[in-house]
């Protein structure tokens, strides 16, 4: 309960200190550009939640603490996604007359993450096993990234389009719009209580897939279902704020030290959590750029979270807890 | 469930796994108050059979029938609240106290939004008929061998299962927590359970059980009693070894 009450003010501070962050003050602010902020720290929070659960779920699902969104290859496809879709909107104009700018980007993320799930959801179907789906994952991640970096030498004969798919791939909350965080928060809010409702049989598949089996989990459609939520919660977040790393693999982690391994209070914490620390990047990322501009966000994340993961994984891992 | 009655059937099953055929028309009944013993060579299919009988393994060909129903059609709740399974050794990694441990076995009752009405007093009386209610607050990868064993059979209890099977319970084990594991599972077959366990140890078998089932290569070589199962001849069929008369380890718990 402590920690709830914790996670949930260091989410007050933030999102206050992101609505009071940026070059024009407090005092001097409008109705538009205080609209825009909202956009910006809703698109945080949302991403943040997202980031974080997805973590716990991919966690729970491989029973590896250091599992992520990324080892499915969801992530990846998404991104791939929204680069063809940045791609498209400025070679081909036309496209946006079929389908909304607002639209697009959010549309071509989940498209890509549909690809990957659908190929992850076609093998699990066939073979069953976690380990199969983790390999098949991994490389689509690596295929996908692969296909995201000759998109992006591409784009560098277009000025433009090269410095679009460079902020997106380096990750930013600050292009989120309210269409595309309109779209992204029903999605993440079903997500969320849709994983909050597998907690219990996530706790269950900690004993291994038979054990599991045995007490009466239905293995296939956890592993399935875990997938899907996965995947809705990747996306999302990818579309609203591109390559933001690290989330789901610390929060859920510095969580589950202080919480134990149950997924429902997991979850919970987690999506709070998630939320702050996203937010708090962000105004870090404001407030700590020499100059005018901003740090890419998913610089921020891995600049702070890489060496706290190490400090962090070494604490747990000599007190025995991990 | 009256002592005596067929609670889980066989017929004629086979089972494939990895395109190799592990089990070969084995055919057994399992009956409520009795104890059926498994046992084999290494690679005879005793794990095997253990996971067919639980419905980890599906049948390639024949039966595994429980109350009147073939365990495959069955959903996994409907399953686990028949047929409970005990592993050799448990996968559950740290972070866990005994007494979440044991609440795993309340899942295949629980609801999607709460715990079912008998949820802890399932658990309370699943630690104390194993003898490990002190052990409840205790973190479960901090416990013995013989603790650990006794939990995971009190989350096998806690599922209220009339059928219980154990995949070589006592393989890690030392004399002493053998034994204690050997005279629990008689209590609980006194009980009312069915329980049906795969050992390697033949002196064990042969206290233990009620009924005896000799496997070798996926196949049954004999079934019956123990004194007409672990004969000299089906030893040394099955084992390739010489079984010396008036064997025995010659040791028991005290006040056994």
Redesign the interface.
Known sequence: MRLMLGVSLALVVAAAASLATGPVGWADLDHQLLLLRLIRLLAGILAGAALAVAGVLMQGLF?NPLASPSVTGVSAGAALGVELALMGSVLLPGLLVIVPAACLRPAAGFGGAALALGCLLAVARRRGDITSVVLLGMVLSMLFSALGAYLLSLANDRWELGRILVTFTLGGIDTATGRSVAVAAPLVAVALGASW?WG??L??A???E??A???????RAMMRWTLVWTAVLASAAVTLGGGIGFVGLIVPNVV?AYL???HRQLIIASALGGAAFLTAADVCARVLHPGPGEIPLGAITSLVGAPFFIWFFSRERAA??? | MTPGEAVLTVSALSVVRSGREVLHDISLSLRAGDVQVLIGPNGSGKSSLVMALCGLLPPAAGTVTVGGAAIARLSPRARARLVAYVPQRSELGSGLSVAQVVAMGRFAHDGAWGRDAAHQAAISEALLQVDALELARRPFTELSGGETQRVLIARALATRASILILDEPSSALDVAHRLGILRLLRRLAEAGKAVLVALHDLNEATQLADQVVLLRSGRILAQGSPQQVITAEHVRSAYGVTLLPGGGYGYALDGA
């Open positions: 029973r409702c219990r049989t706790d269950v900690l004993s291994g038979h054990e089996a045995s007490l009466g989990v239905d293995t589950r134990g391994p149950g025995g807890r991990l």
